[in-house]
């Protein structure tokens, strides 16, 4: 690989980069924090491997120690899938860490942007940001 | 013995001829009727050997530079007063949120219509054959077909959200034009809705042998008060596959009339 070569990729990957942000496909993201990462430990009830987005239900142990079941919508396969992820890269009864951008409106849920394992493996699901 | 063989053959010939004439004669029919020409004009006659001819945009196509995001944004369009307040609206809320405000029906799985097809976040593919060319859209599924077989565009073909395209080589860019656009379809990101006049032009060549290259030429006297023009660049992916994209799948996300997105996530007992 010469030089040109190696500058032609990175301006892609550049370009790549600020293309796909903010990410999300086929609509608003406004009902979301977008851009305000919140963590959230729990377990994995069912992970959705569709389109238009991905889903994380989420089983949680709330503060007062009660059972709470969260949702994150995440990207889309089509995105997700061309960057190691697939539809088995989660199943029910993985422990592991979330990081999601919250709902606006209060309720359990919001839009994940990687997911942390019990080894420490961060799973980046969503275009890195550019600002 | 022979002379009669000849003969038998002769009347086989001449009925085959009578048949593919009025073949032809009712395709011609049809055609005037508004139908488009499905492959079957001059440029068909060819076959195989004139797509050997044509430039290799085999592989997928990841858009890397969509209008406004990948690069410096556009000049903005010259909007007539019907569209106009709609469209401030919708600068003024991407000012604060930039990218994020789609005020179109698509969060609700009602697909795109053209030109906004092409700019969606994943890829498209080509198919050549004979007389035309094929373009296949991963987000929401989506076809194209473009008849480059010589035949012309029809004169009021029925409104469909892809319309209806005919494409004419000029050296190695492909030259599209479509009409027929269903009105309601979002000729722009931020105006919503067009009229029956709805023109768009493509150039699509490659600019470097892995990039493609897509100029879009807007034209609607209701809408726009001059043409408008977009460019788009895609980045070839020769190891990558197309994915199914069904978007009533999981859809939870919706948008009202007023643009106000929203998402459900209720799980009804068993899912």
Partial sequence: ?131 | MERLRIRVALTAAAVALGALAGCTGSNADSSAAGQAAAGSGPGAQNGYAEIAKLPDWSGVWEPVARPGRGGPPPEPPKVTPAYAAQYAAYQEKNRTTPGINFISNVANCVPPGLPGSMLQPYPIEFLFSPGRVTILIETYSLVRRIYTDGSPLPENPDPTYQGTSVGHWEGDTLVVETIGILPETSPLSGINGHSDKLRITERIRLVEPDVLEIVTTREDPEVFVEPYTTTARYQRHRDWKMMEYICAQNNRDSVDEHGNPGINIERKPGE
């Fill in chain 1, 1 to 131: 690989m010469n030089v040109q070569m190696l500058m032609r990729a990175a301006l892609v990957c550049l370009v790549t980069v600020l293309a796909s942000a903010p990410g999300a496909a086929h609509h608003s993201t406004a009902m979301f924090e977008w851009g305000k990462e919140m963590t959230l430990e729990g377990v994995v009830d069912k992970y959705e491997w569709t389109q238009p987005h991905t889903f994380i239900w989420l089983n949680v142990t709330g503060k007062n120690g009660k059972a709470e079941q969260w949702a994150f919508e995440g990207m889309s396969p089509s995105w997700l899938g061309r960057r190691g992820w697939n539809s088995r890269t989660l199943k029910q009864g993985d422990a592991l860490k979330i990081v999601y951008y919250p709902l606006r409106d209060g309720r359990k849920g919001g839009f994940y942007v990687r997911v942390i394992l019990p080894d420490g493996r961060k799973l980046e699901a969503m275009p890195q940001r550019s600002s």
